[in-house]
């Protein structure tokens, strides 16, 4: 069976410092991968997305980028980190647009 | 983009079937209506999909309006446990070659004892 995992869980991290949020699928090839943000008491908001290595797609401009190296590994970093990053960041995978999309446990991340 | 309306919140009693309605009345012909929940601090949880006929399994069920302007998901005996947030959503089409999910407000379920 397919599993997604996260980490870290929480983060902490002051105003200017870089970031880095790793995912990895196991159990799947080639999947679409998904980077989500969500404020509190908020909807999601899709961030990145990417259909296969080295390919991303951002929906948003912000100062967060994300990487794809590997098939199964979706990376999320910032150089320098703002207050409104603060929030719950989930990754998703999907296997390909025909299918529903599975969540990881997701990182709670506070700037101070 | 289709876009989804749902009402903000909801009560059911535990052991009730709790229906939660969602419009979407711009839907395409090849969208289909997905249902997410999301339980306090977790990830969403993928529940069930439709495109025109009805839908059924072990979590819910999912009516879809014969024009398929609405849908409406039903958890036939809810529990403490269904206690979340439920996202109503449409496919975006596919111009956005990918076809991802995009994610409202929801419906906060409170199911009380």
């Known amino acids: 069976s397919q599993t997604i995992h996260q980490w870290p869980a929480t983060l902490v991290q002051p105003v200017g410092s870089p970031l880095s949020l790793e995912c990895t699928v196991e159990?799947?090839?080639?999947?679409?991968l998904y980077w989500y943000r969500q404020a509190a008491g908020r909807g999601l908001q899709l961030l990145f997305y990417?259909?296969?290595?080295?390919?991303i797609s951002s929906e948003v401009p912000q100062n967060l980028s994300a990487s794809r190296p590997q098939d199964r590994q979706f990376i999320l970093s910032s150089k320098k980190l703002l207050l409104s990053d603060s929030g719950f960041y989930l990754c998703?995978?999907?296997?390909?647009?025909?299918?529903?999309?599975?969540f990881g446990p997701g990182t709670r991340l506070t700037v101070t | 983009d289709a876009k989804t309306t749902q009402p903000t919140s909801m009560d059911c009693a535990e052991g009730r079937a709790a229906n939660l309605p969602c419009n979407h009345s711009?839907?395409?012909?090849?969208?289909?209506v997905y249902w997410y929940r999301q339980i306090h601090s977790q990830g969403p949880q993928y529940i069930i999909h439709?495109?025109?006929n009805n839908e059924t399994n072990e979590m819910a069920s999912l009516i879809i309006t014969e024009d398929r302007k609405s849908s409406t998901l039903i958890l036939p005996h809810a529990t403490l446990r269904d206690t979340a947030v439920y996202y109503c959503?449409?496919?975006?089409?596919?111009?956005?070659?990918?076809?991802?999910?995009?994610f409202g407000a929801g419906t906060r379920l409170t199911v009380k004892p």
């Open positions: 990417s259909v296969g290595i080295g390919q």
């Open positions: 159990g799947t090839s080639n999947p679409n």
């Open positions: 711009t839907i395409s012909g090849n969208e289909y």
């Open positions: 959503i449409v496919r975006v089409s596919p111009r956005y070659n990918n076809n991802d999910m995009r």
């Open positions: 439709g495109l025109k």
């Open positions: 998703a995978w999907r296997r390909d647009a025909n299918y529903e999309q599975y």
